[in-house]
């Protein structure tokens, strides 16, 4: 259905999550590539307000914002492929919500700044950082998937999804400052999900390894650095 | 479908938060009733508030049959799946995805741009400053003047006939601009500038859903202090 684009690179973990929602509905799509460093006319054009990726275009209409785009993707094709994202009951479904706010509020932001990090001691600060937020949503996992495999239970649903999409971003970050972050020691059961979450045929086919998420940390990295050195001057 | 004791919901906040009064609104729609317990938001923070809300310990919190809700947006959209008469005539999110996603994308800019420019200007008391940022404050307000045809389509209010998401998400704010335009002497949403906005904000204002929620300009300077104050 070319009907459907989406403009972004599967190396962005917020494009990702509308990869990994369009391959659980088993849609097809053009992926419109966007170049790291440029924006084209068409990302300029459907998203004027933020000029970031991911943008969803269904029937020539632009959608925004990755939770957006992946509940639009859910309330469209409802049984499509896997079936429901969004959780069924209301409780369900604001906890998903809650945890995702809480992930692009304070959690990746924290990981971020383990990239940003100059020093020894604010690397160490950083790493405690996004091992108590870690913590916390193991904890919620506990809760959320009552012993099942995922956030969903017996299936991926939106705080799979949501999360998920830093999969390899964890594990690219591990390999960046040489620290365990998410460690089975003390956080068995999120470690348990984050395996199984790599494995689900719908996130292998679309997850970039974390070998190439490491490759595009470093260029972030050099990115920021330069930024800072320029704001300096 | 009217609450009942049995139905058991509290809302945990304070009368000016904008955030507090998404909620109230949203279940004044819904026809729901609910305690309103106003906690202390200084510390030392109210413990029922730190206990429902371990991660931010912020308002507004909804209890209901015990269990919290937390962050604003979630709570609207949990109060809007929770009680429905299935018929969607009380619906506070529009019936198509499109027009769902438009009207939650704008609540995403709202709270990344519009409430910053509160928080900013409140202290601001610089004269260069403050009009920098009514300036800035206006401009995010135009792109929602621009929207609101699209989003309303052609009637009275961003959900059309009737208040919904959007609405609720800016107008929760109303409050704050008029307080901060007295406090401050500066024109924020101008009717010159923003037309349909101006005339929105009376209608919303006028709502039966609305009535009394929203603070008077002048009752900000003292709601804040004693919201702030330390104990």
């Not at chain 2, 609450?3 to 109230?24: M, N, Y």
Request: charged share 30%; aromatic share 10%.
């Amino acid at each position: 259905m070319a009907d459907v684009k989406l403009i972004g690179s599967a190396l962005s973990p917020y494009v990702l999550r509308a990869m990994i929602a369009l391959s659980l509905k088993k849609l097809e799509y053009e992926l419109m590539q966007e170049k790291f460093g440029e924006k084209s006319e068409l990302l300029l054009k459907s998203n004027p307000i933020y000029k970031k990726i991911p943008v969803l275009i269904h029937h020539d209409r632009p959608i925004c914002e990755s939770a957006v785009i992946v509940e639009y993707i859910d309330e469209v094709w409802p049984k499509s492929g896997w079936g429901a994202i969004l959780p069924a009951d209301a409780y369900h479904r604001s906890l998903h919500r809650f945890w995702t706010f809480y992930i692009d509020d304070k959690w990746f932001p924290s990981l971020v700044a383990l990239g940003k990090a100059e020093t020894e001691e604010a690397k160490a600060e950083a790493v405690e950082r996004v091992r108590a937020g870690l913590l916390l949503l193991d904890e919620a996992f506990v809760k959320l998937s009552e012993g099942k495999a995922f956030f969903g239970g017996d299936r991926v649903a939106y705080l799979d999804v949501m999360f998920g999409c830093f999969a390899n971003w964890i594990k690219a970050a591990e390999m960046l400052v040489s620290v365990e972050l998410l460690d089975e020691a003390t956080m068995p059961a999120l470690h348990g999900w984050a395996v199984r979450f790599r494995e689900h045929e719908a996130v292998k086919e679309v997850m970039p390894d974390s070998g190439k998420v490491l490759e595009f940390f470093k260029i972030l990295q050099a990115k920021w650095k330069k930024d800072a050195a320029d704001a300096k001057n | 479908m009217a609450g009942t004791a049995t139905e058991d919901v509290k809302v945990l906040g304070l009368a000016l938060s904008p955030f507090v009064i998404r909620v109230r609104i949203a279940l004044r729609l819904k026809r729901v009733e609910y305690e309103f317990v106003e906690v202390r938001f200084a510390e030392p923070k109210s413990e029922i508030l730190v206990k429902s809300n371990p991660v931010y310990k912020k308002i507004p919190v909804l209890l209901h049959r015990g269990k919290p809700i937390c962050e604003s947006t979630v709570i609207v959209q949990y109060i809007d799946e929770e009680w429905t008469d299935g018929s969607g005539s009380s619906s506070i999110l529009p019936a198509d995805p499109f027009d769902r996603a438009i009207a939650r994308f704008w609540a995403v800019y709202i709270d990344d741009k519009l409430l910053a420019l509160i928080w900013a200007l409140r202290p601001e008391k610089e004269a260069a400053k403050v009009t920098e940022l009514t300036r800035q404050f206006r401009q995010v307000l135009g792109l929602l003047e621009e929207a609101f045809p699209e989003c309303g389509k052609g009637k009275g209010f961003f959900g059309g006939d009737a208040v919904g998401y959007l609405d609720i998400a800016l107008g929760s704010c109303l409050g704050w601009i008029r307080a901060l335009e007295k406090d401050k002497s500066v024109k924020i949403l101008d009717a010159e500038e923003l037309p349909r906005l101006a005339e929105w904000a009376e209608r919303f204002m006028a709502e039966e859903s609305v009535k009394g929620l929203v603070p008077e300009a002048d009752e900000y300077p003292k709601l804040y202090a004693a919201a702030v104050a330390s104990q």
